[in-house]
């Protein structure tokens, strides 16, 4: 199998048209491997949030091409675009959207229900996932009643919980303290990364790079240079 979950060739995303056309990506190599956690960090309006949204099929790159868990997702449109998210994406966001009229347990459970499973099976998954989080005794409270941690590791478990090959996260810890910050990518590094999955998590809390195995540092829509544990090259 492809040892890179993402492969990204000269993609480019612009905004407008004409005089109004703004560059946002200027022509993105990267590539994300299996197996490991890959941040996207630079200055606010760098392009990293347009890249993970054009990485997970929520944009179309204006140009080059795009290759996801081996699937040409710049080829992909519409329905098909859709359900390809739904079976291999889990996504995080910066501000948790749970519903708040679902448990903790009914929120994580939602993917499976959106796959139409049976609702008491998915959340008796979602239950058991909870449990390793670290959140099995709030498995029936609502998001009123949990912290911010507590949400977070909640989006963390529906977004791992239909066992999809590729995380993406959105600043998933912009909205935590440092010690929580710190508590619950701990957990997503335990939980999440495995030798078949590859997680991307875009950020500017540098409080957390030390959890990344590689940090894709971006400017002006372009990737200036990539740093591993071993240092940049």
């Given at each position: ?179 929580t910050g710190h508590h619950v990518m701990e957990l997503l590094r335990k939980i999440a990364v495995r030798p078949e999955r590859a997680v991307l998590v875009v950020t500017h809390d540098n409080r957390i790079f030390n959890f990344a195995d590689r940090i894709a540092h971006m400017n002006d829509g372009h990737v200036t240079h ?8």
């Amino acid at each position: 199998m492809n040892s890179h979950a993402v492969v990204c060739k000269n993609i480019s995303k612009n905004f407008g048209s004409g005089e109004d056309e703004v560059k946002v990506l200027r022509g993105i190599d990267l590539e994300v491997p299996l197996g490991e956690m890959t941040f996207l960090v630079g200055p606010s309006g760098c392009g990293k949030t347009t890249l993970l949204s054009v990485i997970a099929g929520l944009l179309n790159p204006s140009q080059g091409d795009l290759n996801v868990l081996g699937t040409p997702l710049h080829t992909i449109k519409g329905s098909k675009a859709v359900e390809f998210r739904r079976v291999n994406l889990g996504f995080v966001f910066q501000q948790f959207n749970l519903l708040p009229s679902l448990t903790a347990a009914e929120n994580a459970a939602v993917p499976l229900l959106a796959a139409n499973w049976n609702r008491k099976q998915a959340v008796e998954k979602a239950k058991t996932l909870l449990d390793d989080l670290g959140l099995g005794s709030r498995a029936n409270a609502y998001p009123n009643q949990l912290s911010g941690g507590q949400q977070q590791r909640v989006a963390f478990a529906r977004a791992l919980i239909h066992d999809p090959k590729l995380i993406v996260c959105d600043e998933p810890t912009s909205a935590l303290d440092e010690h929580t910050g710190h508590h619950v990518m701990e957990l997503l590094r335990k939980i999440a990364v495995r030798p078949e999955r590859a997680v991307l998590v875009v950020t500017h809390d540098n409080r957390i790079f030390n959890f990344a195995d590689r940090i894709a540092h971006m400017n002006d829509g372009h990737v200036t240079h990539i740093e591993t544990n071993g240092g940049s090259h």
